[in-house]
């Protein structure tokens, strides 16, 4: 079995999912009493949203480069960045490191191709709404069309994930809202929606809507499994 590398932390609210999902993942294909070989470096996430807010993404280039290297020195084979908005900075990961890094979006986009999603409609951070790094790697790479929220859509979705979701709190109206919204990119066209924030699918589960979800941090985490027992 290979030795997943994990970088966590931001926040370590989805980093306890995908502990919890990748070793799931592990003992529901190899039963018994297998577990998976991880290694995690978790960062402290206040250094990191304070850098993002700032826009100073390549401070946190350099505080995960040097995290990722610690992980692949620990033995991992490949490495996860666990959560959407810092794969803003995955090149630059990637090339402080000479083990695979395996991208939340190309692991999400496979998922959509695979059960023929072409028009997807995408949930996260504002960073990951708005910029490139995410939604023109689906485009471009993937030929995936992406419909993103309104403006104060954006904002509210924003807003929930950094002040509730991320410190823990699962709110009933915050759910509502983000079910709202949802239902908003579907009436655009939207097929499914893509839960690219890894804490949205605390909140939002399939058993809320009839609207397919994609959650990036599962579909990330069975990534994870499939290449550590190939």
Same mark, same amino acid.
């Not at 790094?133 to 994930?161: A, C």
């Given at each position: 079995?290979?030795?997943?590398?994990?970088?966590?932390?931001? +926040?370590?609210? +989805?980093?306890?999912?995908?502990?919890?999902?990748? &070793?799931?993942?592990?003992?529901?294909?190899? *039963?018994?009493?297998? +577990? @998976?070989?991880?290694?995690?470096?978790?960062?402290?996430?206040?250094?990191?949203?304070?850098? !993002?807010?700032?826009?100073?993404?390549?401070?946190?280039?350099?505080?995960?480069?040097?995290?990722?290297?610690?992980? !692949?020195?620990?033995?991992?084979?490949?490495?996860?960045?666990?959560?959407?908005?810092?794969?803003?900075?995955? %090149?630059?990961?990637?090339?402080?490191?000479?083990? $695979?890094?395996?991208?939340? @979006?190309?692991?999400?986009?496979?998922?959509?191709?695979?059960? *023929?999603?072409?028009?997807?409609?995408?949930?996260?951070?504002?960073? /990951?709404?708005? !910029?490139?790094?995410?939604? /023109?790697?689906?485009?471009?790479?993937? *030929?995936? &069309?992406?419909?993103? $929220?309104? &403006?104060?859509?954006? %904002?509210?979705?924003?807003?929930?994930?950094?002040?509730?979701?991320c410190l823990g709190k699962i709110s009933d109206s915050s759910?509502?809202?983000?079910?709202?919204?949802?239902?908003?990119?579907?009436?655009?066209?939207?097929?499914?929606?893509?839960?690219?924030?890894?804490?949205?699918?605390?909140?939002?589960?399939?058993?809320?809507?009839?609207? $397919?979800?994609?959650?990036?941090?599962?579909?990330?985490?069975?990534? @994870?499994? %499939?290449?550590?027992?190939?």
């Amino acid at each position: 079995m290979k030795t997943i590398g994990l970088l966590g932390g931001m +926040s370590w609210e +989805s980093t306890l999912s995908y502990y919890k999902a990748i &070793n799931e993942g592990v003992k529901q294909a190899l *039963g018994g009493l297998h +577990s @998976a070989k991880i290694c995690l470096y978790s960062v402290d996430f206040h250094e990191i949203e304070k850098l !993002q807010h700032k826009g100073c993404w390549k401070e946190t280039a350099y505080i995960l480069s040097r995290a990722a290297q610690s992980v !692949q020195a620990g033995g991992a084979d490949f490495l996860l960045i666990c959560t959407n908005t810092m794969h803003k900075v995955a %090149e630059e990961v990637q090339s402080a490191i000479s083990i $695979p890094l395996i991208h939340i @979006a190309d692991a999400t986009a496979e998922k959509l191709i695979s059960e *023929g999603i072409r028009q997807v409609g995408l949930l996260g951070t504002k960073f /990951t709404m708005t !910029q490139d790094f995410f939604k /023109t790697r689906l485009s471009e790479k993937y *030929g995936i &069309n992406v419909v993103i $929220p309104d &403006n104060h859509e954006q %904002e509210i979705i924003h807003q929930v994930i950094y002040k509730e979701l991320c410190l823990g709190k699962i709110s009933d109206s915050s759910r509502q809202s983000y079910l709202q919204i949802i239902d908003n990119l579907h009436l655009k066209g939207a097929e499914s929606a893509i839960l690219g924030c890894t804490e949205i699918a605390l909140l939002v589960k399939q058993q809320h809507t009839r609207i $397919p979800l994609y959650d990036t941090m599962k579909i990330h985490a069975d990534k @994870a499994v %499939e290449l550590a027992i190939k």
